[in-house]
């Protein structure tokens, strides 16, 4: 029985601090002329990517063009996709260098390394402005009886992440800075590209934990859905819970999916797997749950990832369906047998003990799924999204053109 790791608990006040002064330290902001209604993104450079036709339409009219300039460049953006404003043939050379001269860019990085698992599913590593690696997934999911294809992007919302969930690799490596709005999108740009296929589902289960980023977030979710018109049913944000922040984005009245990454049907055991539950009371996240699907309509799925001889017996499961039936209806159980990680001592539990839990479950009337297991071999299953390229994402790290774009497949 693999004993609960002993993990130096990261409360989330201090967390939430290291967000701020890490979002504050990440760049030095130098002043380039923003169109109204476009706020600063703390950078030297403004993406264009991630912004809208009207903010586009804007844009021109205020480097002194006329607003059907603005409808060229979302077609460029999301059309033809291009990647530097240099490629930007169809819009007058002056209208590029205006754009250049305010510091203007797409906002594309390069890829810097692909890994293909055996199952088709590709880990993708970006490198940044600053040098930093971030990963996103692309996994594609063929659907024989309907003849059709689904690929998902499981996108990063952050360089690394501060909660340090004791069983997850990205916590591991520490915490770095959030990710611009636009360093979010080209993520499914990326898979895109990689797989010559559409993104048809987003699931913000990548590195970070999105609820501290969220205004990001949801600027990027925007985005998806109606620039790359991704369906708002299609996209999931995943939390590990952060005080307040649930409420907040209920009032968005989105019709996407919340995933609350519970691990546990108690507060104590929570405590020792999640550090950060420290601050957020159990009741008190199930009761912004309850309010969450109140608000919405929309159903919220409970992430448990077992891990074995900790929260994997019956009676785990006969605690968790009643947690579940004092907090209403509205909820889906998502299980998802753990992943192996470096420096870890928990184990994934035989399939009969993960049958065993369904079981229990499901004699209690939740709905319950176990997640198929994708990407184990390229290491880009769930937590294991932790680069070896940059295992410490504090550290800025120098550029290596020979590890430029190198697909490798497994
Ligand atoms: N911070 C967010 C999103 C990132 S993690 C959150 O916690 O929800 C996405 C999901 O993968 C979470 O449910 C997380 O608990 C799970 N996960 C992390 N590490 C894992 C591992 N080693 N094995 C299985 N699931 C893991």
Redesign the pocket.
């Known amino acids: 029985m693999a004993a609960p790791q002993h993990v130096r608990a990261a409360p989330l006040a201090r967390a939430l601090r290291a967000t701020a002064t890490a979002t504050a330290t990440a760049s030095v902001p130098v002043p380039v002329p923003v169109p109204a209604g476009i706020k600063s993104q703390g950078t030297s450079r403004r993406a264009l990517l991630g912004l809208s036709e009207p903010q586009l339409r804007q844009l021109a009219i205020d480097l002194g063009q006329q607003s059907y300039r603005g409808k060229q460049l979302h077609d460029l953006l999301y059309k033809s996709r291009a990647k530097q404003i240099q490629e930007f043939n169809h819009v007058p050379k002056a209208f590029r260098e205006a754009l250049l001269g305010a510091g203007w860019s797409v906002g594309r990085s390069p890829v810097h390394h692909a890994v293909t698992a055996s199952d088709g599913t590709t880990k993708i590593l970006l490198k940044l402005e600053d040098n930093r690696l971030i990963e996103t997934v692309g996994i594609p999911v063929d659907d024989d009886n309907k003849g059709s294809s689904r690929l998902t992007a499981?996108v990063s919302?952050q360089v690394g992440?501060p909660?340090r969930?004791s069983?997850?690799?990205?916590g591991k490596g520490g915490f770095a800075r959030n990710l611009q709005p636009h360093e979010i999108v080209e993520q499914v740009l990326a898979i895109e590209e990689t797989f010559k296929h559409r993104v048809t589902n987003v699931?913000?289960?990548?590195?970070?934990?999105?609820?501290m980023n969220l205004k990001s977030v949801l600027e990027a979710h925007q985005c998806f859905n109606k620039e790359l018109k991704i369906g708002q049913r299609m996209m999931t944000i995943?939390?590990?819970g952060v005080p307040n922040t649930i409420k907040m984005l209920a009032s968005h009245k989105l019709q996407s999916t919340l995933?609350?990454?519970l691990?546990a049907p108690n507060q104590k055991l929570r405590e020792t797997i999640?550090p950060s539950a420290k601050s957020y009371p159990l009741g008190a996240l199930m009761d912004d749950c309850k309010s969450y699907f109140l608000e919405t309509g929309r159903r919220v799925s409970f992430?448990?990832?077992?891990l074995a001889g900790i929260n994997d017996e019956k009676e785990h499961a006969e605690e968790l369906a009643e947690l579940l039936r004092m907090c209403g209806g509205g909820y889906h159980v998502?299980l998802?047998?753990?992943?192996?990680?470096e420096g870890?001592e928990?184990k994934?539990p035989y399939r009969k003990v993960v049958q065993a839990f369904v079981d229990a479950l499901e004699a209690r009337k939740i709905t319950v799924s176990v997640?198929r297991t994708r990407g184990l071999d390229a290491n880009a299953?769930?937590?294991?999204?932790r680069n070896e390229f940059q295992k410490n994402p504090l550290l800025e790290i120098e550029p290596s053109p020979s590890t430029e774009r190198t697909l490798v497949a497994a």
């Open positions: 499981c919302s992440c909660l969930c069983f997850c690799a990205t699931v913000f289960m990548g590195m970070g934990e999105p609820m995943s939390t590990v995933a609350v990454s691990h999640v992430e448990y990832t077992l998502n998802i047998p753990y992943n192996p990680i870890s928990y994934r997640r299953a769930c937590g294991q999204l």
